[in-house]
């Protein structure tokens, strides 16, 4: 089993930036993928971000790209989204996401691939 924990989340304007942070424990950490997800009230669940377990390996939404850094410290057990120039569509409910582990060299996009969730923080865009 593994728990995340998000923090960081708050209200900024436009042009500005924000770093997330999602604390894990439990099962071995550093073989767990790791992921983003965003949730704006009335829409779906989206991917934002996602490491393999090495942080070798990231990929982004289009929407992000450019914008946010995805990034692991395997020894804090601590996954990082730097989001700089923040745009009022950003605005949501951030959530850190795991696989169930293995060491995969394969970077998940979906919500199917992920296992174990955190409780999320929020992020306000104001403009």
């Known amino acids: 089993q593994v728990q995340l924990v998000e923090s960081g989340g708050g209200l900024v304007q436009a042009g500005g930036s924000l770093r997330l942070s999602c604390a894990g424990s439990?099962?071995?950490?550093?073989?767990?993928?790791m992921g983003w997800f965003r949730q704006a009230p009335g829409k779906e669940r989206e991917f934002v971000a996602a490491s393999t377990w090495s942080g070798g390996s990231t990929t982004y939404s289009d929407s992000v790209k450019g914008r946010f850094t995805i990034s692991r410290d395997n020894a804090k057990m601590t996954v990082y989204l730097q989001m700089n120039m923040l745009k009022p569509e950003d605005t949501a409910v951030y959530y850190c996401?795991?696989?169930?582990?293995?060491?995969?060299?394969?970077?998940?996009?979906?919500?199917?691939?992920?296992?174990?969730w955190g409780q999320g923080t929020q992020v306000t865009v104001s403009s």
């Open positions: 996401a795991a696989d169930n582990g293995g060491f995969s060299y394969v970077v998940p996009t979906t919500t199917h691939q992920y296992f174990y």
């Open positions: 439990g099962r071995i950490f550093n073989s767990y993928a």
